[in-house]
Structures are given as structure tokens and as C-alpha cells.
């Protein structure tokens, strides 16, 4: 049977023409992906779907590559999911309200907003939204993401803000708002209020200016330092260290404030740092958290210096109307020409600031809403304790954001494009009225949703003109994609949804507020698993501002790479959960490993894809090793860690099944030498193996592996598939060592000899291998030494 193949081969033709990957095929792959309708949710008979609470991606400019890699991302969790046999409801969603849109808008259309007809500006935000957010939605699908685009929704939609505004009309008969006048961050710049988990520290240079204080009962000068002297009209006490010896005279005695002459008194307080300054401090309404910790603990009564404009108040004298650095430097010459300053010292400061604007945040009183999240504490532990997350060291971030939360959640703000606060206010009687949910209210400009005020009888009426916090809305995202209120039976099935995806930057807000809101309104906690994406930084592991100039353009390295070789940079470049640096040189590194796989696809296409009964030893070996890789990247697919399978198959490509088998079953391929059922066993091992390949790299680089699929093995697309099983023997992986270690030895010999590949040596294989005797003879070209 063994019938020598004549010398006359017949010729090989490739089945894959293109002798390079043309990542232009991405875009009709796409196309075709969309007409087949491949991402639809097809719901299974009683199993419940995979569903991902997308987060809405928030057009404000150019999509920052880190979350680009982020989608690319979420994405291989819902192809992961299809291919382990799940019906996925992946939704996508832009989140269209609120302050950064406004900032861009201003700076697009030369307007500002609070010069600017509300309706106007609420026309001018749209028109910047729809243009930014066709071009997300073009990134979105030039990445590949696989998403449910014709059941796209959007924050900003009348259908959206009606289920925010229902959803607050709901807590407030739960009586979980109230509205309350409390010394709130305030941002000058962005005009409204903001809540903790928006605002950032940063050391900020700043002057540590020391003035002299007169000592009432003594005539003493008292030396105090401090960074905000225009708030010295604010000051209501001095405290000093109960243990600073230094002060131990002047305690409970009086001091009297430069400029003002206004006294207040000495009191001794462990707040006071005896390191800091001069050891005697100021507590003004407001400089910072201690100032209005203080306050409270205290019941000092508050003076309000800075006004929502970020100038001073009538409070401040002859300050009045100047902004806080105007007075600033005023009150500092004028401390100087009366003598009272005592030096200055250049130090930095932490201080906090909008995390939108950069601004440094003043502390006010203002009347807002509150949503209460205090008394759900001990709950939102408890949840978050039940939540599995991946990274599961990333739950800590959530815990330590609880353990510091202090105050009730703000909720309003004095903006304009965003849900409005659906709250009318009796012009008699002050009362609020608030109307039933189901419909979107603008209080700014419909009437009333009553005639008569139920309280006091009067019919004049006056809207809330102020919207809610962002959060408010994206915060129900996994109701609302569960078709909460509107499709019971849908409802149950998809909620909780089983996974939000999202990166670590937004645990204490989007996170928190999630859990927070949901759990309000459903008794449950939204989702089941959460899955913390690190951050995207620049080659120098640097955070990107276009400050530093260090941002990194996707689109550019989208055009020049494609999408797969982005996506594939993505998965390898770093662990589940840790930062990441973005370059172009290591998007490059990805993109060869792309074309390793493709030459290789291309020359296992040279050979007829067959079926084989007698495999020789080297083919159950790299089988052997294809089932070690399947069981090994199949781990980091369940755990959602795409750094694993990335990592693995690129080594199983390039270091076993490239290095090594290939090249020892080249001259059987071709069958030089070897029986037809030796050649056979080889071209049915070859495509085996890319056939498992294609399918485990599916989720990371589905255009290529697509491509070639439908080339070589299927008319349909390679991502109905499921994932490989691990079903060959490892027996022969016991081998793997000794092999490696053999061919090289044998390619260093001939290098050294100055030997081209081909060329013949002398040398005998060793007894562990030989089983693969055949294969390694033809191979090296031994000759048996005597
Ligand atoms: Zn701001
Ligand atoms: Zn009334």
C-alpha cells in the first residue's frame, strides 16, 4: 500500500490568493456581518441571555484610544459568550448629556451657554452630538464591535429622560430626595454644583501667606498662615493645637482679624496641625473639608464670601466683585503696607479640583436635591461583596469609595443640556409639585402639570430650571436595556444583566451610582459580575493629556493597521485589570503576529483539507500541544482576561507550531519521500490545527479569522462557531522539550558550519525521539553517522 508518490508532484495552487492580509476586507466583512444578521439577540428557550450592560461611551472630541481598546474589548466578552453557546444582548448606547457636551459646544460655535438662548443652546449641543456621535459609531464598527446597532439608544432621547425623570418621581414618593441647603462643591467655571466622586486632587502651586493676628487680651501679635487670605472675612474661630505648648497661654482668649478687626475666638482643637504654618489656623466658611467639618461639629454660623459667579460677596468689603485671585493679591498688598504680613513661602497644595474643568472647587452653601445613599451603606457593601469581579482585587476600589462616602449624593444641576428635574414650585406657597411619571417633562418651558396648587389654591406656578447630575441617567442603563417598566417578561429574563464592563476611572461614580439607583428602584443589585478595565497611558506609562501632547490619535493607527491588529494589541498588551501603555511600535509587534498567522493560513492552503486515520508521532505531538493551548487560553475566555488565549496562541504560533512542526512536516506535505497516507496525516493535522486556531483567535481578531474561514472551510461565517474542546491525547507533549531542544541544536550545528537549512549533516536522532524519526531525518536532511 505504501506507494511512493511519483516525482512528478502535482502542482500545489494556494486556496487564499492575496498573498498579504488586506485589512480593507474589514469593512465588508463588517458589511456582510450586519446583513446576515449575526448580532441580533436570539433569544433560547429557557436560557437566559448573556446580557452586557454596555457602558454609553460619551462623545466630548476624539475617542481616547484607552477606551478604544476598552470597547475592542467588551466586545471579546460578547463573542467569548456566543462562542461558549450563550444568547448575548449586547446593546449600544450613547450617552448624550451633560457638561462636557456643553463645553464642547461653546468652543465649536463660539457661544457661550449662559449667554445664549436655552432653546438655542439645546439645538447647537444635538447638532455637535450627532456629528460626534456618527463618527463613535463609525470607530465602533471599524473595530469590529459586535453590538446590536438598530436598537440603539440614547440618553438624551425623550424615551430615555422620560424613565430618568420617572425614576426620581419614584424615589421621591419613596422619600429618598430631599433637597437641602449644605455647603456643596461648587465649580466656578462649569457653574454648578458637583458631587464628591467628580472631584480630583492635584498639587497645585500656591502661596502660604503669614499674617499677624492681634491678641485682644494681650495686645500680642499671633502669627497665622494661610493659603486663602481673602477669606479672612469668613473666619469665625482659631484653634490651636490642645498639645502645642507654645499656645497653651492664649487659649480660649480672642483674636482679632487684620483688615476686618472683627473678633473671634482661641479655642484648642486637635484639627490643628502643630507642623503646619505657625501652628495657629483659621476656620473660615469655607476653605476646605475640615473648615466645614468644623462648622458643623461646632455650630459656628457660616459667612459667605464667594459667590456662584467666583466673586466675592458683599461679605468680603472693599473686596467685594473681585474674583478670588483678584482679591488674593489685594488683600496681600494691602497686609503688606499695614504692616501685617509676616513672610510668604512658595509650597504646593493638595487641591481639589472639577474633574471636568481643572478648576479648583470653592465650597458654598446652595440649596439642592439629594439623593440618600448614606443609610444603603451597610447594603451597598453587601452587594458590592456579592458582585463578582474581574479583576477581583478591583472590588477593593468600590469598598474604599464606600468607606468614604459622608454625604448624600447631590443631584442637581445648574445646567442645561440634560434631563430636566421635573419639579414645579407653587408661586404662593413655595410648595413643590411634582408631576406622575410616563412622560418628559421640560418645567423650564411646559406649564405646570396641575391648575391649581393642591396646598394653598393659587394657579401661578414656576419651573425648576435645573437638570440632573449625568449619573442620573447612565446610572439605570442595565434597566433601561431590560426594557424595565415596559416588557415584564423581557424584564425578568434580562435583569440583572450578567456583566458590566467598564473601565476602573468610573467605579466610584458609574459603579457606585448603579448599584445605588438600581438597587433603589428593583430591591437588586443590577448586574451579577463586574468586569474593571485598567487604563489606556502612553508609552511612558503616563496618563494622556493633550496638555502634555502626548495623546494618541486611534483613527491614524486604525487606517494603517487595521482594526485586527489593534484589537489583538489590545487583548496581549497587559493583564486583565492593569494599565496599559498605548504605541504604535507595540500596535506594529501586534500586527506582525498577523501576518506570521497569515503566511501561515496561506501555505496550509497549498494542501487539500482531509480526513486521516494513521497519524505519524509529530502529528499527535502538536496535536498534543493543541490541546494543552485550548485548555490553557480557554481559562483566561472564562474569566474574561483576553491577555491569556492572546499570549498563548501567539506562542503556540510562532514558537511550536511555526518553529517546529511545520517546518518537519513541510517535505511530508509535499510528499517528498512519503506515502500518500503519510502525506494525508500531515494536511488533515495542518488544518486541524488551523481550524482550531481560527476558531480560538474568533473573539480577538475576528476579521482575519473570518476571512480565512470562509475561504478554506465554510461558507458560513466562522463566528456561529463554539469554542474548541480539548479532546487529543497529551501524551505526546512529554516529547515537546527534547524536540525543541534537538532542532536546535541541529540549526546551530549548521549555522556554525556555515550549513544552509537544506544541506545534509551527519548526526543520528537521538533514542528519545525516535518516534519522529522519519519526520527529523527528512527534515535536518540527516545522514545516520556511523
Ligand atoms: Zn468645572
Ligand atoms: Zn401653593
Redesign the pocket.
Known amino acids: 500500500m505504501s506507494s511512493k508518490i511519483s516525482e512528478n508532484q502535482p502542482k500545489f495552487e494556494p486556496r487564499i490568493k492575496e498573498k498579504r492580509w488586506n485589512h480593507q476586507f474589514e469593512q465588508q466583512l463588517f458589511n456582510s456581518w450586519q446583513k446576515e444578521g449575526l448580532y441580533k439577540l436570539k433569544l433560547a428557550k429557557g436560557k437566559r441571555p448573556f446580557v452586557i450592560d454596555t457602558p454609553p461611551p460619551y462623545p466630548s472630541g476624539t475617542w481616547h484610544i484607552g477606551a478604544v481598546a476598552q470597547y475592542s474589548q467588551i466586545d471579546m466578552i460578547a463573542r467569548t459568550s456566543r462562542m461558549l453557546g450563550t444568547p448575548v444582548l449586547f446593546p449600544i448606547g450613547i450617552d448624550r448629556n451633560g457638561l462636557p457636551v456643553e463645553i464642547y459646544t461653546e468652543s465649536l460655535y463660539k457661544v457661550k451657554m449662559r449667554e445664549t438662548p436655552r432653546e438655542e443652546f439645546i439645538d447647537l449641543c444635538r447638532k455637535a452630538l450627532d456629528e460626534l456621535e456618527s463618527k463613535m459609531l463609525e470607530t465602533m464598527q471599524r473595530i469590529g464591535l459586535s453590538g446590536d446597532y438598530e436598537a440603539k439608544y440614547r440618553t438624551d432621547d425623550p424615551s430615555y429622560r422620560k424613565f430618568t425623570q420617572a425614576s426620581f418621581i419614584r424615589l421621591w414618593k419613596q422619600g429618598l430626595i430631599y433637597e437641602a441647603s449644605r455647603p456643596n462643591n461648587f465649580c466656578h467655571d462649569c457653574g454648578t454644583t458637583i458631587a464628591d466622586a467628580e472631584v480630583e486632587y492635584k498639587e497645585l502651586p500656591t502661596r502660604l501667606i503669614y499674617v499677624n493676628f492681634k491678641i485682644k487680651e494681650t495686645g500680642d501679635n499671633l502669627v497665622i498662615a494661610t493659603t486663602r487670605p481673602e477669606l479672612i472675612c469668613s473666619c469665625q474661630l482659631v484653634i490651636v493645637n490642645p498639645n502645642d505648648t507654645r499656645y497653651t497661654q492664649i487659649q480660649r482668649l480672642h483674636a482679632i482679624l487684620p483688615i476686618y478687626g472683627r473678633e473671634v475666638e482661641i479655642r484648642p482643637h486637635p484639627s490643628a496641625q502643630q507642623e503646619f504654618g505657625s501652628g495657629a489656623v483659621m476656620i473660615c466658611s469655607y476653605g476646605d473639608y475640615t473648615d466645614v467639618l468644623l462648622f458643623r461639629e461646632l455650630g459656628l454660623s457660616e459667612i459667605i464670601a464667594t459667590g456662584q459667579d467666583g466673586r466675592l460677596t458683599k461679605e468680603a468689603g472693599q473686596y467685594q466683585g473681585l474674583t478670588i485671585a483678584e482679591a488674593r493679591d489685594k488683600i496681600i498688598d494691602d497686609l503688606k503696607t499695614q504692616g501685617l504680613l509676616v513672610k510668604i513661602e512658595s509650597t504646593r497644595h493638595r487641591t481639589p479640583v472639577c474633574s471636568r474643568s481643572g478648576t479648583p472647587i470653592e465650597i458654598i452653601p446652595m440649596k439642592e436635591y439629594y439623593l440618600k445613599q448614606i443609610d444603603f451603606l451597610p447594603k451597598l457593601k453587601e452587594l458590592a461583596n456579592t458582585i463578582v469581579f474581574y479583576p477581583n482585587a478591583n472590588r477593593q476600589i468600590l469598598l474604599d469609595w464606600l468607606n468614604s462616602i459622608a454625604i448624600d449624593w447631590p443631584i442637581s444641576r445648574r445646567r442645561v443640556y440634560a434631563t430636566e428635574i421635573p419639579v414645579w414650585y407653587?408661586m404662593?406657597?413655595g410648595?413643590p409639585i411634582i408631576p406622575r411619571g410616563g412622560q418628559y417633562y421640560r418645567p423650564w418651558k411646559d406649564p405646570a402639570p396641575v391648575s391649581q396648587?393642591p396646598?394653598?389654591g393659587?394657579t401661578e406656578f414656576e419651573g425648576d430650571p435645573r437638570t440632573f447630575d449625568t449619573w442620573m441617567d447612565s446610572s439605570i442603563s442595565a434597566l433601561f436595556i431590560a426594557k424595565y417598566k415596559r416588557d415584564n417578561r423581557f424584564f425578568k429574563r434580562a435583569y440583572p444583566a450578567t456583566i458590566r464592563p467598564q473601565g476602573k476611572d468610573i467605579v466610584r461614580t458609574w459603579l457606585h451610582y448603579s448599584i445605588l439607583r438600581c438597587y433603589q428602584l428593583t430591591g437588586h443589585a443590577p448586574f451579577t459580575h463586574a468586569w474593571i478595565a485598567g487604563l489606556g497611558m502612553d508609552e511612558q506609562g503616563q496618563a494622556m493629556h493633550k496638555s502634555k501632547g502626548n495623546v494618541v490619535d486611534p483613527l491614524p493607527i486604525l487606517e494603517k493597521f487595521g482594526a485586527d491588529s489593534f484589537r489583538f494589541w489590545s487583548a496581549s498588551e497587559a493583564t486583565h485589570g492593569s494599565d496599559f501603555r498605548c504605541s504604535e511600535l507595540r500596535i506594529a509587534g501586534a500586527h506582525k503576529f498577523l501576518t506570521k498567522l497569515w503566511n501561515l493560513s496561506r501555505f496550509i492552503s497549498f494542501f487539500p483539507d482531509s480526513k486521516s486515520t494513521s497519524l505519524m508521532a509529530s502529528d499527535k505531538w502538536i496535536l498534543s500541544e493543541l490541546t494543552k493551548l485550548i485548555e490553557r487560553s480557554m481559562v483566561g475566555y472564562r474569566e474574561f482576561d483576553f491577555f491569556v488565549p492572546a499570549n498563548e496562541i501567539r506562542d503556540f504560533v510562532w514558537e511550536t507550531f511555526a518553529s517546529h512542526y511545520l517546518e518537519m512536516v513541510k517535505p511530508r506535505a509535499y510528499g517528498q519521500g512519503f506515502t500518500k497516507s503519510q502525506q494525508r496525516a500531515a494536511w488533515y493535522t495542518l488544518h486541524t490545527v488551523l481550524r482550531t486556531l481560527l476558531i480560538l483567535l474568533a473573539p480577538l481578531i475576528p476579521y482575519m479569522t473570518d476571512y480565512v474561514w470562509r475561504q478554506l472551510y465554510s461558507k458560513h461565517t466562522v463566528h456561529i462557531e463554539r469554542f474548541p474542546r480539548a479532546r487529543w491525547s497529551r501524551a505526546y507533549s512529554k516529547y515537546t522539550e527534547q524536540m525543541v531542544t534537538f532542532n536546535k541544536e541541529v540549526w546551530k550545528i549548521k549555522e556554525e558550519r556555515n550549513l544552509a537549512l537544506r544541506d545534509s549533516l551527519e548526526m543520528n536522532v537521538p533514542q528519545g525521539l525516535l518516534p519522529f524519526k522519519t519526520d527529523l531525518v527528512k527534515m535536518h536532511s540527516l545522514m545516520p553517522k556511523a
Open positions: 407653587c404662593m406657597c410648595d396648587c396646598k394653598c393659587s
